[in-house]
């Protein structure tokens, strides 16, 4: 099983980026697929979810509006579309999966698979 983040990068205050993460080894269909960011010295948060078979998504307050989570079935990838980034966005984003749903989500512990994570840099 492998997740594989890219998309990661340097940009200014306001820019955009999009992260993906290529999920290959086995089928998600019945996992939610989340994107969780550490920073420097913090401990790793959660931001967004989206349940693969549904769609449905839910957001931590402080990106709600300016991140958007999706995936393309397709491709077997999941996107984090991120706009109007911030300096306090910095950090290194993962993609996980986990075969929970509910309050369980934005619970790092109940992810089973990991990527290795990208770099996110936003200068002010």
């Known amino acids: 099983v492998q997740l594989v983040e890219s998309g990661g990068g340097l940009v200014q205050a306001g820019d955009s980026l999009r992260l993906s993460c290529a999920t290959s080894g086995r089928t998600f269909n019945r996992y939610a697929m989340g994107w969780f960011r550490q920073a420097p010295g913090k401990e790793r948060e959660f931001v967004a979810a989206?349940?693969?078979?549904?769609?449905?998504?839910y957001y931590v307050g402080s990106v709600k509006g300016r991140f958007t989570i999706s995936r393309d079935n397709a491709k077997n990838t999941v996107y984090l579309q991120m706009n109007s980034l911030k300096p306090e966005d910095t950090a290194v984003y993962y993609c996980?999966?986990?075969?929970?749903?509910?309050?369980?989500?934005?619970?790092?512990?109940?992810?089973?698979?990991w990527g290795q994570g990208t770099q996110v840099t936003v200068s002010s």
């Open positions: 996980a999966a986990t075969s929970s749903w509910g309050s369980a989500i934005t619970n790092k512990g109940n992810y089973n698979y």
């Open positions: 989206i349940h693969w078979s549904s769609g449905s998504t």
